[in-house]
Every structure is written in C-alpha cells, then in structure tokens.
C-alpha cells in the first residue's frame, strides 16, 4: 500500500475542516471533492495554498472559488450520476471536474481563451473525457445540447439570463450568484411543472458574469 502524499492529506482535510462542519453531508459530491486533486489546477508556485479555505487567481483577473463553494454548489444540484450539466466559467476547469465525477456529461463554456486552453490540459492529463468545453459567451447557454438537468453558473451576474432558465430542463436545477459587481445572493431556480421556483441560500462574492445577459465588459 502506498502513504498517502502531502496533498491527499490536506485534501482530506480540507473535507474534514471546510466542508463536514458547513453542512456538506451529499455524499457523492463528498467523494468527488475527496478525488479531485485540486493543486493540479492552480499554478505550480500556489499547489500548497490550493486546499486552503479561500479562493485563489489563475490569471487573466479570475480566480478558482473556495472549496466550500465549489462543493455547496455542487451539493446544490443534488445529482445522481445520470444528469448532463452546464457549467458557465470554466476557469481552472475544477468545479468542472468536480461535476464530472458525478454526472454522465460536462458541459462547459468560458470566455477567456488561455484560461480553457489550460483547463483542457489538465482534463486530459486526469483522463476526465466526460467534459465538453467551448470559447462563448457562457449567458446564452449552449443551445445545441439543450436541456440540461442542472447549470451551474461560477460568476455573478445582475440578473438570471433568461436564455438559462429556458434551457434547463423539467426538475433541473439552476444555481447562480446574482447581485451588483461585489456581492450576491446563490440563488436556485427549479423548473417543476411549468413553474420557476427562486430560492437563496447565502451570500457570495464572485467576479463578473460578462456578456450579453450580464455585466457589460
Ligand atoms: N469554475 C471555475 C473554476 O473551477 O476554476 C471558477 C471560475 S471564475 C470564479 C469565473 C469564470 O467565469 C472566469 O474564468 C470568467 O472568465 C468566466 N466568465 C465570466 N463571464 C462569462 C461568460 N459570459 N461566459 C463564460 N465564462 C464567463
């Protein structure tokens, strides 16, 4: 049997400290945020701090959200293996693989060229094959593979894009910050029988959401 590394140790501890104790209890998004190495996401200089309870840059002014929050959002969705989600913001691609440990397909979209290149190395290099990325603007959704059973949008936005809601599908999930620039509420949305049901859970502080049902660039 092999020890386990310094980074599975505070991987497993980041869980134990940062999210047990904050009320994540869906035990698969437990056992994804267990798998994940998310160092390998972060600049080799910042693999330390990846596990520390704070988000951290991954340049181009973006950051990776803190653990907590990838793993709230995540829990959010309450997936069971066999949903497709949309994720806007791919960033480093972490919450991304997070997903797509417990679903059958990621979707994701970013605006910000470098940033996917980079997030598709590091797919590959994990063997993660159930992501599909593209470069867009992540607030018209991606129709072409409409309806999702859940999106997960990763940065904050004025309002709901409405491209958004009508593109999730019938008891899907829909989770978002949505506020000013510098604060919002996690709101869900849930489609149930024709009806769309807002609820908040916390506040969060997340960058912008830019385009064309966000902020203006
Ligand atoms: N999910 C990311 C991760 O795990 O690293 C965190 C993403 S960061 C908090 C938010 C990302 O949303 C940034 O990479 C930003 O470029 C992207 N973004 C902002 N507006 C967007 C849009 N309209 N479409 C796609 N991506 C967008």
Redesign the pocket.
Known sequence: MTSPSPYDIKRERMVEEQLLPRGIHHSATLAAMRAVPRHL?VEDAMQMQAYGDY?LP?G?G????QPYI?ALMTQVLQLTGAERVL????????????LSQICERVY?????DS?LVR?RKTFDKLHYHNIVSRI?????GWLAEAPFDGILV??G?PKVPEPLIDQLSENGRLVIPVGDQFVQELQVIEKNGGNVKHTTIEQVR?????????WRN
């Open positions: 996401f988000p991954i181009a973006q950051t990776i959200s990838v994720e806007i913001g791919t960033g480093s691609g972490y919450q991304a693989a997070v994701t979209i970013e605006r910000i940033l997030a867009d603007d992540g607030t018209e990763t940065a936005g997340f960058v912008n959401l830019i385009g064309a049902h966000g």
